[in-house]
């Protein structure tokens, strides 16, 4: 099975992203573009949005049209659990957890599924070393 890192260096990697959005103050709206800019097939992940960049949206990782290579979490932890579990429960286990979106509850839950996850490490990141952006550095990143 391919690493989270190697799936990163596919040029078809689909990568859904719970938690993304239009709010320009939140992680979920530069992460999302950040890695629809460096040409990864992203899908958002939000139930309270019809769109997120013009994207149709979808209310839960259940509802995506594909199966992606990674899901990228960028909700709280207490959200995660729920969004996790779903997920494993339909054969998604390839998981990323954004800082800030780990628990030791989740951890647990991935551990004990043999889930194939990365935490505590940006994505935005390690994609910039996998699949540059054409356009140059990545956007600000918002407040905290």
Do not use: F, H
Request: aromatic share 6%.
């Amino acid at each position: 099975m391919e690493s989270l890192d190697e799936m990163l260096k596919k040029p078809d990697a689909t990568i859904a992203v719970v938690g993304a959005t239009d709010d320009e103050k939140k992680y979920g709206y530069v992460i999302y573009r950040d890695l629809k800019r460096k040409g990864y097939r992203v899908y958002p992940v939000n139930p309270y949005r019809d769109t997120v960049d013009g994207d149709q949206a979808y209310a839960t990782v259940a509802d995506l049209p594909v199966t992606p290579d990674i899901i990228d979490m960028v909700v709280p932890p207490e959200v995660g659990v729920k969004v996790v579990r779903q997920a494993l429960d339909i054969g998604y286990d390839r998981i990323w957890l954004q800082p800030g979106a780990e628990s030791p509850e989740l951890l647990r839950i991935l551990q004990e599924a043999d889930a194939d996850y990365i935490a505590n490490a940006c994505i935005m990141v390690r994609s910039r070393l996998a699949r540059p952006a054409a356009g140059g550095p990545s956007e600000e990143t918002p407040e905290a």
